[in-house]
């Protein structure tokens, strides 16, 4: 188990909160916005600001998050619930909107030297070129290629066929 620098809450190995802590979370939330006493007033509010933090179209209920906090067969949280707990927890904490969403990524490679406590904002998309494992973050938003040597190989595959086919309808007339 490590600790989450954001959140300071423990990770299970593949960096998620285990259930356990998820639940133990929603607890430390409830307890820092409305005090020991649990209602299911307080819950259903609790259950809609967490459903707005990562835009649920379909709200979470009181009646979940107090299944949930009892431990009731067949409820538990999920990727979606634990984040929303994650980042309303570092809003608590005083983190701005950004640094509440941010999370800490492993296996990052980076080109330029980044400083601790960077965020890189954006989506992370796959290089256009066939057979390129390459996953980057492009800096304008209309860039396919991670890199000029993948741009140009691409290129020159699509350019290949179209030869090929201009010197078969050469010969054919």
Known sequence: ME????????LDTAGQLNMQTARELLLDVYQDLYGPQITL????????????????S??????FLHSIIKQYAGFSTNASLTKALTILAARLDGLNEIQAQAQEMKGLLAINEL?????????????????????FVPTHPRQKYHSKACAALDRR??????ARSQKRVEYSN
């Open 157 to 162: 595959q699509k350019q290949q066929p179209e």
């Open 115 to 135: 400083p601790p406590g960077t965020v890189i904002l954006g989506l992370a998309r796959r290089c256009a070129a066939p057979g390129c494992p390459v996953r």
């Open 3 to 10: 600790s989450n620098a954001l959140s300071g809450r423990l």
């Open 41 to 56: 007033a307080n819950l259903n509010e609790l259950a809609g600001d967490l459903s707005r933090v990562v835009g649920r």
């Open 58 to 63: 379909r709200p979470w209920t009181g009646k």
